[in-house]
């Protein structure tokens, strides 16, 4: 159990280390607050926006989804957290990130510096990036395809009752093969004379 779940005085921290609290799920305003250290905090959702914060780690936190927009933020460590999708455009900011399967998006700034291995969907030191690309045209190309298929699964039996109604085309063309069905038979009937 870390300071904060147990009640602590936060007034004066600088450096606030609150990693591997299980019951960890909001961080406070801290006034003052430097850095912060929120690793392996598996209930973690959200991170404040705290002024005068230089530092974020939080790595291994599986439902944290967003960083705030923070300025003045110089470092940011976010490896292992499979729900974070974005990173926010912060002037200066230096980003180490690995194994962010859903991180999609890191903002282009000037003096931006990133170090992202094996984040599936970014182009920063992914050598699998275009495999992964391509892989998911393929993916959507077919899925594509099965809704497709599906709607018209459902549309047949629809179709069916109009087309094989015997006042609509399929009923008009069946009725006209009968006919001519007949119509052969009747020639086929008829005495012949020989010469």
């Not at 291994?60 to 989804?65: D, G």
């Not at 050598?127 to 809704?147: C, G, M, S, T, Y």
Request: proline content about 7%; some cysteine; aromatic content about 8%.
């Amino acid at each position: 159990m870390c300071i904060i779940c147990k009640g602590g005085n936060l007034k004066g921290i600088k450096d606030l280390d609150c990693s591997y609290c299980p019951y960890l799920t909001n961080i406070p305003v801290i006034k003052g607050l430097q850095i912060l250290d929120c690793c392996h905090c598996p209930s973690l959702t959200n991170i404040p926006v705290i002024k005068g914060l230089q530092v974020i780690k939080c790595c291994h936190c599986p439902l944290l989804t967003n960083i705030p927009v923070i300025k003045g933020l110089d470092s940011l460590f976010c490896s292992s957290c499979p729900l974070l999708t974005n990173i926010p455009a912060i002037k200066g900011l230096q980003i180490y990130s690995s194994y962010c399967p859903l991180l999609i998006n890191i903002p282009v700034i000037k003096g931006l510096q990133v170090n992202c291995y094996n984040c599936t969907w970014l182009n920063i030191d992914n050598p699998n990036f275009n495999n992964n690309v391509n892989k998911l045209i393929v993916l959507q190309r077919l899925f594509k395809k099965i809704l497709l298929s599906k709607k018209l699964k459902k549309l047949i039996p629809q179709l069916m009752q109009i087309y094989y109604h015997p006042d609509a085309k399929g009923g008009y063309l069946d009725k006209r093969n009968l006919c001519e069905f007949i119509e052969k038979i009747n020639f086929l009937s008829e005495p012949r004379v020989c010469d």
